[in-house]
């Protein structure tokens, strides 16, 4: 499922846009959520009520049970299109962008971000979108 955007269009910040390998088809808007190994888990109750984009170091499918219904797509700095991550992902239907270079460390909790895992890019957003309707990709790159 794609999405676009009708009404006011936020600016995209295109020196923040990231790239990686396109690993799970979709396009998803959300806040970042990071998840790295060697730091606290997070547990199921620490995890926002809302859904997020799932940001983390690993390619590892075990990231995913921090909380797999909130995820709203997921950006690794490790992994590609093969990846035990990857496949769970494409099976769930969950856009994800792998093998982004330095993701952790640009990427920061709360940061609106739209993953667009048809083209394996990551953009940073410098103010939210509005409601997700009926579109493509081009409609929300043309708001930018």
């Known amino acids: 499922m794609s999405y676009g955007y009708s009404g006011r269009c936020g600016r995209a910040n295109w020196s ?27 547990l ?5 009520n809302q859904q997020r984009v799932l940001v983390t170091d690993v390619a590892d ?14 950006v690794a700095e490790a992994g590609g299109i093969g990846s035990n991550l990857a496949i769970l992902l494409r099976e ?26 048809n083209n394996g890019v990551v953009l940073v957003l410098s103010e939210p979108l509005p409601s997700p309707v009926d579109g493509s990709i081009e409609t929300v790159l ?3």
Not at 16 to 42: M, Y
């Open 16 to 42: 923040g846009a990231l790239r990686g390998t396109a690993c799970s088809r979709g396009i998803a808007i959300g806040l970042v959520q990071r998840v790295r190994v060697g730091e606290r888990p997070l």
């Open 44 to 48: 199921h109750g620490d995890w926002p």
């Open 61 to 74: 499918a075990r990231v995913l049970a921090v909380a797999p219904f909130r995820t709203l797509a997921v």
């Open 92 to 117: 769930l239907g969950v856009p994800a962008v792998l093998g982004v270079v330095g993701a952790c460390a640009q990427l920061e909790d709360g940061m609106t971000v739209l993953v667009d895992g």
């Open 142 to 144: 043309a708001c930018a």
